[in-house]
């Protein structure tokens, strides 16, 4: 069964895909309203600040219940997104030169059909006044770009409480 938003695209999910004309700005072009924002890239002398975002993000995060920070593992996996082509994808958001936001993804072939490229949210952050539809939306338009069919959002970390059984799945499901 196709997702909602491959129907949407009406195109197999191999094929080449067109950008909408208003979609078409290079990340490191982006801005946003309110205060400028600019969205680009991660680059490796990015890596020590996004950290300190990192813990700040995990700091208010559940994860907290399962794991704890990291920082070697954190700057591995930055590292990993920024360095390794089609390992993922690392954007951040700056506002007056400040970053003030991150989002990360991985790519990997879907399951049931390994012609079909999938890029996962696998966290995002940004600091308090600043709202994170840009990033998400951006993020979307350059995994696209870089060949991804479906960008998939994070929600939450709930399905690890599901796991420990502190929350009724019946519950969680709808």
Not at 158 to 169: E, F, I, N, S
Request: aromatic share 8%.
């Amino acid at each position: 069964m196709k997702s909602p938003r491959a129907l949407t695209r009406d195109q197999e999910p191999n094929a080449a895909r067109p950008f909408k004309e208003k979609r078409q700005p290079k990340i490191e072009n982006r801005k946003s309203g309110g205060a400028i924002t600019t969205i680009r890239a991660a680059r490796s002398d990015d890596i020590d600040n996004l950290i300190e975002m990192a813990r700040a993000a995990f700091e208010q995060s559940d994860d907290r219940a399962f794991t704890d920070f990291d920082e070697d593992s954190c700057a591995t996996s930055m590292g990993s997104l920024i360095n390794i082509k089609g390992a993922g994808l690392l954007l951040v958001a700056q506002s007056a030169g400040k970053t003030v936001g991150m989002i990360g993804c991985v790519f990997f072939q879907y399951y049931i059909n390994a012609r079909t490229s999938v890029a996962q949210e696998i966290f995002r952050f940004v600091e308090p006044g600043f709202i994170d539809t840009e990033l998400i939306e951006e993020m979307d338009l350059e995994a696209t770009r870089r060949g991804a069919h479906v960008f998939l959002p994070a929600t939450t970390f709930q399905g690890a409480r599901l796991y420990a059984g502190q929350q009724d799945h019946h519950k969680w499901l709808s």
